[in-house]
């Protein structure tokens, strides 16, 4: 059975971090493009960012670039969002999703996780003013 579990999420004031963790189970991330998508309360979900496992190539949803930064451990079937400088509009539920390279990771963001194969049950984050 294939599983994605988020981890790491929490209450954090504005100006804070949180480090995300997604692990995987079930599959492993080759030819995998595995991605961070948030829907904050009352509003649609919205893709943050993507890392392909093949070379490593990563997109930003322009709300985060330069604050959060995912990576990938393949030998721990584990993707990471390091999230610094959080705002209060960063608060939501944090899905993590995996799909097949087939699409890009800017698709996948830009498209909201549309084809993406697996998705976790989420983690909230709060960032408090």
């Known amino acids: 059975e294939v599983q994605l579990v988020e981890s790491g999420g929490g209450l954090v004031q504005a100006g804070g971090s949180l480090r995300l963790s997604c692990a995987a189970s079930g599959f492993t991330f080759d030819d995998s493009a595995i991605g961070w998508f948030r829907q904050a309360p009352g509003k649609e979900r919205e893709g943050v960012s993507c890392?392909?496992?093949?070379?490593?190539?990563?997109y930003y949803a322009d709300s985060v670039k330069g604050r959060f930064t995912i990576s990938s451990d393949n030998a721990k079937n584990t993707v990471y969002l390091q999230m610094n400088s959080l705002k209060p509009e960063d608060t939501a539920v944090y899905y993590c999703a995996a799909g097949h390279e087939y699409y890009t990771g800017s698709y996948y963001v830009k498209n909201v996780g549309y084809g993406m194969d697996y998705w976790g049950k989420g983690t909230l984050v709060t960032v408090s003013s």
């Open positions: 890392i392909s496992s093949t070379d490593g190539s990563t």
